[in-house]
């Protein structure tokens, strides 16, 4: 019940807000039930229905596989979810634990946060290609690198938080009645960050995807034959004249939620505690 | 017409689907040259009228919903945002009730002043810190040029609540409205912020609200006093006729909660009970529950503001002083 | 003295170092307090009396010095050292609105403290227990339920006393405990401070900068500056005699209200 009213709270009269919610709903259910909805298995090749234009059967037409690009792109919501969620907490639990002990143990933290900064020099993308091409194509190691990229950004911000918490007369009180290390990094200053990582964690899954369409663009990200929005545009880019609906469909598909999963961050971001709202800047 | 005057001021809290009165007509003025000194417990709607004044209420819950406000004849509830917020940089400034909140943790004091004085003048990053330091020292804090690069946690409280005066008075303001200003000074440094505060008053004529529930720091340094209960002004004077009198019975009941300095007594005169919360449905009077001179008619009649002398409101069936 | 103090404070100093530079916030404080006793800690802001308390209270750490508690000096002793002991050397902190944790319940938060140190045995005890101190410091036992922003700064200062009070502490540290309130409120938890520190005998180190609480609340008085007490004596003889030229400015200082006293 609580829950349900403060999440209205925070959507109310914001048109934008809600339409972004309702888009990345169904992108949840598609996510969930691709197999039941999808009309054709995603990986059937067939030579004769090549290039395809949209209309019935095929909703988006076909690939030059011959495969049905609806039922891909179904199941490339399911790419999306697991990536975005994958990436979100690979990021907050390395990135999250780095920042919030560097904060809390401030010898720790010289160290640990020079590494950060260090890494934080080189863009997002870059970083990302450079782990990439270490490793093997596959959607366990592509999440794990997009969490990784993100991790420093979030070990920035959780530092930040982490800083402006410890600093509050409550710790001082939970030290002062023999609370140790453990409980008051994970009774009282966690809790206190949970609005604030929910945030970042959208703004993360956001991020994600664009960081996974870029990867698959590139042919780094996940395997070519797995159905993602990224593989999909990456496979099909040289056909882009001959079959723009190959590419109109999946880069909608990637704008209208990363777009979404934005406004839904930005809504969240500014219902939460006026003091972190400064940290959370983006990723 | 006076610099500031607020006619009948409501302000209202959203709980749920109700819209709650908290603060409930109230009236006042001030003009340049004078300062009006705001009195009352906790809770009972002062930072929110000074807020109100300087257009902080928007998204908060709380609204502004009846009365006027008049800043230099010109109506503040009708301006644009754009307008007011021009107001709210240059001719008005506010000290915070919370000097930990306002400042930010993560950056030096000096660059907050400086990014403070950089917003409302045409300064250079040089000048203005080297303006920054001056305000430090204005302020008595000790060695200025190298503590403007300290972070708000190195300082002491009454030292960041300093600062925060430094940075109200960077603009030059005509209107000061000082939330608890000195709270978490001591005295001798409390006596200098005020100072400060009536120097700045002497040199550009700035019209200074002082909200404090210090009685003493009201009576030395104000010209006249409202005192304030339950978003509602039950008491205002000139100071010397307010403190002469003590018509009111809360007033008198705030006075004698004070811990004396020149004489040991066992036990405080509390004013028992509390004030009531918002929302709550008090007949009569909202202070009888309270009083020790209530009677029956205090019960069922809410009293309206009587002018028992020339300037001296008061919202009392049997005010002290008066013909009971 | 005959009896020994419970705490005695020898030489106390707190430096920070900074980009460099060394601030001597405390810089040589000596003082003692007898077991029951209030001393009052008065001083201009920032001389260094709220680092005194956190010194004592290993929030922060001494430079040099000794504080013996029953005469172990608690100054030198590693934080599991000191975790015993905190239990009789407590504080009440400043800021009602800021010192409770907003995402614990006030049973949460009371609980804590007995847990720790082991003085519950069970849920039910410390409930019991919770309930007995709430009451102590006036409120009812249904706030056990409710979270710190549902409280009046008051009463949030009274749930501050009561995790204090519920480890029935030997030393409270009171640094600014009534500053925040306003002074109906301030006079009210002030009687209750001063009635729970009669009926438990506990001792306690009033840290101030309202002269008129300090004298209303102490026993002795020791007024502090740039570090360093100007002066100790009793409450009477600081505030009718005062020797130190510091603390007779601090007395001039006060804001008075004339025509009053003599209407009460
Ligand atoms: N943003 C808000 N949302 C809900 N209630 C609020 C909000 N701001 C203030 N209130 C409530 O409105 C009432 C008046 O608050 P206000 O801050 O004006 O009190 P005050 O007189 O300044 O008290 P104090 O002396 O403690 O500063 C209080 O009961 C407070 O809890
Ligand atoms: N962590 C810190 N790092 C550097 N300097 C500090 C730190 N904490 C306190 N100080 C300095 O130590 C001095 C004493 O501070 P302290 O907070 O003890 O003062 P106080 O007497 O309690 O003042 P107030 O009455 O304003 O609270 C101040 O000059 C302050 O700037
Ligand atoms: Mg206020
Ligand atoms: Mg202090």
């Known amino acids: ?283 | 017409m006076a610099l500031l005057d607020v006619e009948n001021l409501e302000i209202s809290i959203r709980f749920g689907h109700e819209l709650l009165p908290v603060v409930r007509g109230v009236s006042f003025s001030v003009d340049e040259n004078e300062t009006l000194g705001i009195v009352g417990e906790s809770g009972c709607g002062k930072s929110l009228t000074a807020l109100a004044i300087m257009g902080l209420l928007e998204g908060s819950g709380v609204r502004v919903t009846g009365g006027r406000m008049r800043f230099g004849g010109r109506d503040l509830l009708a301006m644009s945002a754009d307008e007011r917020r021009h107001i709210m940089g240059n001719d008005m400034a506010m000290i915070f009730q919370e000097p930990m909140t306002s400042l930010n943790p993560v950056y030096r004091v000096g660059d907050q002043i400086i990014e403070a004085l950089q917003q409302h003048r045409n300064l250079s990053r040089r000048a203005a810190r080297r303006r920054a330091i001056e305000l430090l020292d204005l302020v008595r804090i000790p060695e200025p040029d190298s503590r403007v690069d300290s972070f708000p946690h190195q300082l002491s409280g009454g030292q960041r609540q300093r600062v925060m005066i430094a940075m109200a008075l960077s603009c030059d303001p005509k209107l000061l409205i000082a939330d608890e200003p000195t709270t978490a000074l001591d005295v001798t440094v409390q006596k200098e912020v005020l100072d400060l505060m009536l120097d700045l008053q002497k040199r550009t004529g700035t019209a200074i609200i002082l909200i404090s529930h210090d009685l003493g720091v009201i009576a030395e340094t104000c010209n006249s006093v409202a005192v304030m209960y339950w978003g509602r002004l039950v008491e205002t004077a000139p100071t010397d006729a307010l403190f002469e009198t003590l018509a009111h019975p809360y007033t008198r009941g705030l006075l004698h909660s004070i811990p004396a300095i020149d004489r040991d007594v066992d036990w405080l005169d509390a004013i028992p009970g509390r004030v009531p919360t918002i929302g709550e449905q008090i007949a009569g009077c909202p202070f009888h529950p309270r009083c020790p001179r209530a009677e029956s008619r205090c019960r069922h009649e809410v009293p309206q503001p009587r002018e028992i002398a020339p300037g001296h409101l008061v919202e009392c069936h049997f005010p002290y002083g008066g013909d009971r | 003295m005959s009896a020994q103090p419970l705490l005695d404070v020898r030489d106390l100093k707190v430096h920070f170092r900074t980009r460099g530079r060394t601030v001597r916030a405390v810089d040589g404080v000596s003082f003692d307090i007898a077991p029951g006793e209030v001393l009052g800690l008065v001083g201009e802001s920032g001389c260094g009396k709220s680092t005194v308390g956190r010194a004592l209270t290993q929030l922060e750490r001494a430079t040099a010095g000794q504080a013996l508690f029953e005469g172990q000096d608690i100054l030198s002793m590693s934080r599991r050292q000191f975790l015993p002991l905190r239990r009789h050397i407590q504080m009440i902190f400043q800021d009602p609105y800021a010192s409770l944790n907003p995402r614990l319940t006030v049973a949460q938060t009371l609980s804590e403290p007995l847990f720790i140190h082991k003085i519950a045995r069970s849920r039910k005890d410390a409930q019991a227990r919770i309930a007995e101190t709430l009451d102590l410091v006036g409120l009812g036992p249904e706030a056990m339920t409710r979270y710190p922003h549902e409280f009046s700064g008051g009463q949030r200062q009274r749930i501050g006393i009561a995790r204090v009070m519920i480890l029935e502490p030997k030393l409270v540290i009171a640094d600014e405990a009534v500053s925040a309130l306003d002074v109906s409120i301030q006079a009210q938890v002030l009687n209750l401070i001063k009635k729970l520190q009669r009926d438990s005998g506990m001792a306690m180190l009033f840290i101030s900068h309202d002269l008129g609480v300090v004298r209303h609340i102490s026993d002795r008085v020791a007024v502090m500056s740039a570090g360093k007490i100007v002066e100790t004596g009793d409450k009477s003889a600081i505030f009718e005699a005062p020797q130190d030229a510091y603390t007779r400015r601090l007395l001039d200082s006060i804001p008075r209200i004339m025509p009053l006293k003599e209407t009460s």
């Open chain 1, 1 to 283: 019940m609580m829950a349900v009213a403060s999440i209205r709270s925070v959507f109310a009269g914001r048109t934008f807000a809600q339409i972004g919610l309702v888009w990345l709903a169904f992108v949840a259910l598609a996510a969930i039930f691709s197999p039941l909805i999808a009309p054709f298995d995603p990986y059937e090749i067939d030579p004769i229905a090549r290039l395809t234009e949209p209309g019935w059967p095929h909703l988006f037409g076909t690939d030059h596989f011959g495969r049905d690009s609806f039922s891909r792109a179904l199941y490339g919501a399911r790419m999306t979810v697991l990536i975005g969620l994958g990436a979100v907490i690979v990021a907050l639990l390395t990135g999250g634990l780095v920042g919030m002990l560097s904060a809390y143990f401030t010898r720790l933290g010289h160290v640990l946060m020079r590494g950060v900064d260090v890494l934080m020099a080189f863009p997002a993308l870059l970083m990302a290609l450079v782990l990439m091409t270490l490793l093997e194509r596959s959607v366990m190691n592509t999440i794990i690198v997009i969490g990784v990229v993100y991790a420093t950004t979030t070990a920035r911000i959780l530092f930040g938080m982490t800083l402006k918490l410890k600093g509050e007369v409550f710790v001082d009180a939970a030290v002062c009645s023999g609370a140790g290390h453990a409980s008051i990094l994970f009774r009282h200053i966690l809790p206190n960050l949970v609005s604030p990582l929910l945030v970042q964690a959208s703004f993360i899954f956001a991020f994600a995807q664009l960081q996974a369409a870029a990867l698959d663009f590139l042919g780094l990200g996940l395997p070519p034959e797995v159905p993602s929005w990224g593989n999909m545009l990456s496979e099909e880019r040289i056909y882009v004249t001959r079959a723009p609906w190959l590419l109109i469909f999946p880069g909608a598909l990637i704008i209208l939620s990363v777009f979404s999963m934005n406004l839904v961050g930005d809504a969240m971001r500014d219902s939460i505690d006026p003091r972190f709202k400064d940290d959370i800047a983006g990723v």
